[in-house]
Structures are given as C-alpha cells and as structure tokens.
C-alpha cells in the first residue's frame, strides 16, 4: 500500500446495516470525510428528520420527494427535485412521499459525526486534506435557500454546482444510458477529498495510485463497484474516474468541504455564487 495515500472509503449501503432507524421505521446512513458528514435516508411519506443546534448551514437533495420543512420560525413546502441550503439552527423535513433523502453537514454536527459507521477511519487526521474553513457569510444572511434543479439544469449542462458557506455540491445530470468509456475523465484532487454519492443507478470508480520513486509502495489499479445509495469518499492524491454501468436512471452528487476553490473562482460554475462571496484571497 501506498503510505501517503490513504484508501477510499467505501460505504455501499445496499450491503451495509443502517446506521439508525427513524422513528417510522426508515433507514438512515450515516458516512464521514474529514471535514464532511453524509447521512441519507431512504424515506416513507411523513417521515420526520431533524437536527437541533446545527451550528452550520447544511445542505438537503430532496431527488424524489417533496418536504414540509420546519425551520427559524418558517414552516415551507418544497417540491420533489429541490437542493435546499438550511441556516443554522433548528430544522426539521417531514416528507410529502417516499425517496431518498441525502443531507450533508460539518463535522461540527458532532453527533451525527459521532454515528458515522466509518467514525474510526477518521479518528485522526488524514494526511493532505486542506483544514475547514469558513468562507464569508451569504450576502444577505442566513435564510432558508431552495433551489429547482430542473430550473437549473439547461440543455447541454453535465453539473449542477451550489455551496454554502462551508460545503459544496455537484449534481451531475442524469444518465439513461451507460457512460461513454472513451470519454472518461481520470484526475486527482491536491489538498481535498471528494464524497462521491450514488443515488440511482450502479457505478464503477476506477482507482489508480500514483507511482513513487520506491516500487514497494505501489498499488494495483483498483475498480470499486457500487450500487445505490452509497458513498465514496476518495482522498488528496489518487486517480480516480466514475462510470455507471447497465440501463439507467443513475444519479451521481460529489460533496467537498471545504468548497474548492477551483470551481468557485471559475465564472458561471457556481450556480449561486452571487448569493455568497469569495475570500478575499480568491478574489486576488
């Protein structure tokens, strides 16, 4: 094994005992990277969820059912096929139907960060990953944000990239088909890890280590296969390129935190990017 890259972490929750079960007998995930935490839930109609406290914004994909959310005095109906960036605070989802749910913290959430199937990987620092750092506030404080991913996505458009704060997300579009293998895109992150979350559809992530001067640290290149819903979180440093495979729907979200930086200085990437300015440094 390669000593300055750790291994994925792989939480493929088709094969995996839930993390939790909700008051109505739903089934809840919970997955960590250093500075992220994962949890989805595969939902019934009226489910409840709520956290107490968040000292962050977070953020909710609601793919497949709408919710009545709870949250800073407001009670609001948000439609199936929403991203929703939740202040700080108190909020609780009760769901209109049945689907996946996926919400995404810090680790500052610390119970939920506590419950993480994977909480050990993590017990220490990983080496590479750029710490946690706040970016400024939205430009009009804290609120509850709701976005239509539909509204979103125009014709030609791969990604859907929105971020809070302290978190970012990609939607990418939806496959009906197998992706094309001639056109895959093998890179590798410097200072950040990506959570790359399957929430239909089964995908295969190629993993290669780079080579070192010393060939006792060489891995062989590496194929995870999984299905949905999972996660996968890919450290600083490994090559990696993600294909899903057999008829569609499949639906693919990456989660950074910190946000990177590379596609929040890239113009017109960040869908809201004019709700929340930049460091000063990225404005340079």
Request: charged letters at 20%; proline letters at 11%; hydrophobic letters at 40%.
């Amino acid at each position: 094994m390669n000593p300055l890259i750790p291994l994925p972490t792989v939480a493929d929750h088709t094969l995996q005992a839930p993390t939790q079960t909700e008051a109505d007998g739903s089934l809840t995930w919970i997955t960590r990277a250093s500075y992220l935490v994962v949890a989805i839930t595969q939902a019934q109609a009226g489910t409840l969820l709520s956290v107490a406290d968040t000292p962050d914004e977070h953020l909710v994909l609601l793919p497949a059912a709408g919710a009545r959310v709870y949250c800073g005095g407001e009670i609001r109906e948000v439609p199936a096929g929403s991203l929703l960036i939740v202040p700080p605070g108190d909020c609780s989802l009760e769901l209109l139907g049945p689907g996946c749910v996926l919400r995404a913290f810090t680790p500052r959430q610390a119970d939920l960060c506590a419950r993480a199937a994977n909480a050990a990987e993590f017990a220490t620092p990983r080496p590479g990953v750029a710490p946690l750092v706040d970016w400024p506030a939205p430009v009009e404080g804290f609120r509850l944000r709701v976005y239509d991913l539909n509204v979103a996505l125009t014709e030609g458009d791969k990604t859907r990239v929105f971020r809070s704060s302290n978190l970012m997300i990609n939607i990418l579009r939806e496959r009906q088909e197998p992706r094309d293998v001639s056109t895959l895109s093998p890179h590798a992150h410097a200072d950040f890890e990506q959570a790359s979350v399957t929430l239909s559809g089964v995908h295969l992530h190629h993993l290669r280590t780079p080579w070192t001067p010393d060939m006792r640290t060489w891995r062989a290149d590496e194929t995870v296969v999984v299905g949905a819903p999972s996660v996968t979180v890919i450290p600083p440093g490994l090559i990696h390129t993600t294909r899903n495979v057999g008829p569609g729907p499949a639906l693919l979200v990456d989660l950074f935190a910190p946000p990177r930086s590379d596609f929040a200085r890239r113009p017109g990437m960040v869908r809201n990017a004019d709700e929340y300015p930049l460091p000063p440094e990225l404005n340079a």
